[in-house]
Every structure is written in structure tokens, then in C-alpha cells.
């Protein structure tokens, strides 16, 4: 990996398990942590680009975090062919090992959102030495089993909204009451989508990376 001496902004690839992904980094020259950004279901045009993972990446950016986007297998311009979260998860253990080589030592938080969150989530709690947090952003609790993280020993943070019908408030709140270190934000009138409601999102998502990385 070659040393990074200077800020970057730029769009890369990087190898996973048997594909190239194509990501964009974001970083100051001297990053006090790392976040990896995972995407939403690439079948209802889910990308690196979508608004709310841009939005994010914008926020933790500000607050000097190095971040690593990425288009999941089959999307965009990364090769391969989508699994429905399956392989993807090692798409996931790329980026964190792309991300730990280029700044050795620092903390890194997993952020996902939908089936982003659902990905990041499986991946963070099978052990990633580098990976300190995660946040999922609106988890899809309603269509897809979260429980394995009953035994997830890192930090936890969940953000939703308050009208999101994929992740209703008494599935996601009976879910993180299962995570030992769990903590639930709630984005008033906001559904699944957060039009609108982007810039109330990414201040709550910018502390919880922070206080993982504390």
C-alpha cells in the first residue's frame, strides 16, 4: 500500500475477494479515525452515490474522519455480480483492509444504510481487527434476521426514522435490546428514504462514528 502524505479526494478501485470494487476515499492528511460507507440495495438503484451515504460521508469528512464509499459487487463500475448480501460481505472486509493499509492503526466504524446496514452489520460482527463501531442506518428489521447480534461485542449505534415502515420502532427497539452495547436515535418525521430530513441524519451518524472511535 503506498503511504498517503497529503489529503485525497478520488475515486479508486481496490481488490476483494476475487473482483475489483470501484470507491471513492475522502481523506484529511492526518485522519484522527476511518468510516467505511456501505450503500443501499443496488436492486432499487442503490450505489456509492446514493444522496443519504453522500450526505453522510460529507459530515464525517468535516469532522476529519478518512472515508471510504463503495460500490458493492455488480454495481457501477465494481465487477462481479450481486449476491443479495451474501458475498458482499466480503466486499465489506475489502474496504476495511484497503482502509486499515492506507492508515495503519487508526479506528475504523462501519456505517451501512438499509441493505447497506444489513451487510456492514454481518460483516463488523464475524471480527474485523481494525473495525472499532458500526452504525446502521435504517436496518430493513422487518424483512431481513438480525439476530446474530445478540453476540456482537462492539458498539452498536442505530439511526431511523420515526415513519419508517421497514424498520418499525418496536422491531428495531426489541433488536437493539438484544445488542449488549446498543443505542437507538430516532429522526422524527422521517421514513425510509430521508428526503428532506439528510442534513438531521448525518449529525447523529457523524457522533456515534466519533464516539466509536473515543
Given at each position: 500500500m503506498r503511504p498517503v502524505a497529503a489529503g485525497i479526494d478520488e475515486r479508486l478501485r481496490f481488490e476483494g475477494e476475487g473482483v475489483s470494487l470501484e470507491g471513492h476515499l475522502d481523506a484529511p492528511a492526518a485522519p484522527a479515525g476511518g468510516a467505511i460507507v456501505c450503500h443501499p440495495h443496488p436492486q432499487y438503484g442503490g450505489s456509492m452515490d446514493n444522496a443519504v451515504v453522500v450526505g453522510v460521508v460529507a459530515a464525517l469528512r468535516?469532522?476529519?474522519?478518512?472515508?471510504?464509499?463503495?460500490?458493492?459487487?455488480?454495481?457501477?463500475?465494481?465487477?462481479?455480480?450481486?449476491?443479495?448480501?451474501?458475498?458482499?460481505?466480503?466486499?465489506?472486509?475489502?474496504?476495511?483492509?484497503?482502509?486499515?493499509?492506507?492508515?495503519?492503526?487508526?479506528?475504523?466504524?462501519?456505517?451501512?444504510?438499509?441493505?447497506?446496514?444489513?451487510?456492514?452489520?454481518?460483516?463488523?460482527?464475524?471480527?474485523?481487527?481494525?473495525?472499532?463501531?458500526?452504525?446502521?442506518?435504517?436496518?430493513?428489521?422487518?424483512?431481513?434476521?438480525?439476530?446474530?447480534?445478540?453476540?456482537?461485542?462492539?458498539?452498536?449505534?442505530?439511526?431511523?426514522?420515526?415513519?419508517?415502515?421497514?424498520?418499525?420502532?418496536?422491531?428495531?427497539?426489541?433488536?437493539?435490546a438484544l445488542v449488549p452495547r446498543a443505542s437507538v436515535v430516532w429522526i422524527a418525521d422521517a421514513d425510509h428514504f430521508f428526503a428532506g430530513c439528510e442534513g438531521r441524519l448525518a449529525e447523529p451518524v457523524r457522533r456515534c462514528a466519533l464516539e466509536g472511535h473515543a
Open positions: 468535516a469532522a476529519e474522519l478518512a472515508t471510504l464509499r463503495f460500490n458493492f459487487r455488480g454495481v457501477g463500475q465494481s465487477g462481479g455480480r450481486q449476491t443479495g448480501g451474501v458475498d458482499e460481505v466480503h466486499d465489506v472486509e475489502a474496504a476495511v483492509a484497503y482502509m486499515a493499509g492506507h492508515y495503519p492503526g487508526i479506528p475504523i466504524t462501519l456505517i451501512g444504510y438499509s441493505f447497506g446496514a444489513a451487510v456492514a452489520l454481518r460483516a463488523g460482527s464475524a471480527g474485523l481487527p481494525a473495525v472499532t463501531s458500526m452504525v446502521a442506518i435504517a436496518p430493513p428489521v422487518s424483512m431481513v434476521d438480525l439476530g446474530f447480534l445478540g453476540e456482537c461485542q462492539l458498539p452498536v449505534c442505530f439511526v431511523a426514522g420515526e415513519a419508517d415502515a421497514f424498520c418499525p420502532r418496536g422491531d428495531l427497539e426489541a433488536l437493539a
